[in-house]
């Protein structure tokens, strides 16, 4: 299985940035975000079913941040919009067999982890 996560990046308060992270070998049932920001701990940030019939997000995520798939090369993405300097982490794409029907997503509930990309938002 692979989880390869890219497009984080420095960028200014108010700006967007699209992240992406192809994922190959394996059936998954659902998929999402996660990210962690210097000292703390790794927080969810979104997640989908892999049909995207459910989706959920974290509150801070909510009306800024947006996931989705495209079908065709399983590209996973989170569009981050209006961003803010407490927006700055590394961020994790992950992937999970089990079944998902947009719920808040524990860390022991992804099967598998992507290598994080940076995002850095200054204000």
């Known amino acids: 299985v692979q989880l390869q996560a890219s497009g984080g990046g420095l960028v200014q308060a108010g700006d967007s940035l699209r992240l992406s992270c192809t994922a190959s070998g394996h059936t998954f049932s659902g998929y999402g975000w996660f990210r962690q920001a210097p000292g703390k701990e790794r927080e969810f940030v979104a997640g989908r079913s892999w049909r995207g019939e459910y989706s959920y997000y974290a509150e801070s995520a909510k009306g800024r941040f947006a996931i989705s798939r495209d079908n065709r090369d399983n590209t996973l993405y989170l569009q981050m919009n209006s961003l803010k300097p407490e927006d700055t982490a590394v961020y994790y794409c992950?992937?999970?067999?089990?079944?998902?029907?947009?719920?808040?997503?524990?860390?022991?509930?992804?099967?598998?982890w992507g290598q994080g990309t940076l995002v850095t938002v200054s204000s």
């Open positions: 992950v992937a999970r067999i089990a079944d998902y029907r947009g719920r808040y997503l524990r860390a022991g509930d992804v099967d598998f």
